[in-house]
Nanobody
Framework: VQLQASGGGLAQAGGSLRLSCAASGSIITRQIMGWYRQAPGEQRELVATITSGGTTNYADSVADRFTISRDNRRNTVYLEMESLKPEGTAVYYC?????????????WGQGTLVTVSS
């Protein structure tokens, strides 16, 4: 499985960005897809996930500002980010995995850099 993320860039605080991640290859359609981020000097952290059925989960820090969605026909996951904050500056990674089966189905994209200026 290959994950290709796009949409990162520079935004001002309070602005918006939309990330996309397209999955290709030997995809299991019930895969969970998600976004994680890693700021400089920090550990990678969960941003949001979405199941094939549309159930979402968000980090508390973004729950009222970010929206995750997916297009199962295109095997693509999106992250709409609004009211961006400088602390949101990080490399954002998409992930595709199966709950309880990450030993054999757990894939990461290459990451896309989001920089939020104050």
């Amino acid at each position: 499985v290959q994950l290709q993320a796009s949409g990162g860039g520079l935004a001002q605080a309070g602005g918006s960005l939309r990330l996309s991640c397209a999955a290709s290859g030997s995809i299991i359609t019930r895969q969970i897809m998600g976004w994680y981020r890693q700021a400089p000097g920090e550990q990678r952290e969960l941003v949001a996930t979405i199941t094939s059925g549309g159930t979402t989960n968000y980090a508390d820090s973004v729950a009222d500002r970010f929206t995750i969605s997916r297009d199962n026909r295109r095997n693509t996951v999106y992250l709409e980010m609004e009211s961006l904050k400088p602390e949101g500056t990080a490399v954002y990674y998409c992930r595709a995995y199966l709950s309880g089966s990450t030993n054999y189905y757990n894939y990461w994209g290459q990451g896309t850099l989001v920089t939020v200026s104050s």
